[in-house]
């Protein structure tokens, strides 16, 4: 059977996607828990039929994986979300006003306007906010160290990725949700991101850069992977 990279197939009672990744060292299985299936990584469109027939051998894990993947919190008043790492609540104030950062005797609350659909927007918009000047800040910092010209940077909402850079045009695209995660993580994607500006792979040379910027990048990168999930779960 020819398979094409972005196709969907049936794997038992379960959905998987394919995926060409040319940076791909191996065959992988990722699970999407946005749209609750999993993507078969391959390095190239001739090793599709490699990793079918691999992730048919996984079916177990997969639908165990999937079972485990977060709920997602909405973003309504009563909820609590993070930001930087650490708890916020949220509530509503009537009328219809643009979401604001404050604080109570409690502790830091967002407290915004609108019912629904558009009070979960303006929430949005202000995570996006809080991203857009934390990440900015964040990859100039990086870019001065290194010595490299400023870029065009936009915030985005990816199903999983966290970040990315276009070295080419000079471009570099992140997820609004990586502010709930604490700075310290925050700043690791930054240098991340910039670091692919002088190495556009994932060779030692390049983890060197990363290496330069942040130090040890061991414990953020294990922190995404254990709570990337909840943190692309919510709003969901």
């Known amino acids: ?25 191996r065959l992988s299985i990722r699970i999407d828990a ?19 027939a691999f992730a048919r051998t996984k079916t177990a894990w997969i639908r165990e994986r999937l079972a485990d993947r977060p709920l997602g919190t909405p973003l309504a008043p009563g909820a609590t979300l993070a930001l930087f790492g650490k708890p916020v609540r949220l509530t509503a104030t009537g009328g219809a006003g643009a979401a604001r950062l404050t604080e109570d005797p409690d502790g830091p609350v967002i407290v915004s306007g609108g019912e629904g659909e558009a009070y979960a927007r303006r929430v949005e918009n202000l995570f996006k906010r809080v991203a857009r000047d934390t990440l900015q800040t964040r990859t100039d910092v990086h870019l001065r160290t290194l010595g490299q010209r400023p870029v065009r940077m936009s915030i985005a909402d990816p199903k999983s990725r966290w970040g990315s ?4 045009n000079r471009s570099i695209r992140y997820s609004w949700r990586v502010v709930m ?34 130090g ?19 709003g969901r």
């Open 1 to 25: 059977m020819q398979y094409r990279n972005g196709q969907r197939l049936p794997l038992d009672d379960l959905t998987a996607r394919l995926s060409v990744n040319p940076r791909a060292r």
């Open 34 to 52: 946005r749209a609750g299936e999993a993507v078969l990584i391959a390095p190239s469109e001739r090793k599709l039929g490699e990793v079918v």
């Open 165 to 168: 850079c276009s070295p080419h």
């Open 181 to 214: 995660a604490p700075p310290e993580v925050i700043d690791y994607l930054a240098a991340h991101e910039v670091a692919h500006l002088v190495h556009a792979d994932h060779s030692p040379a390049y983890w060197s850069v990363v290496q330069r910027l942040v």
């Open 216 to 234: 040890d990048h061991r414990p953020h990168r294990k922190w995404l992977r254990d709570n990337g999930p909840a943190l692309h779960a919510v």
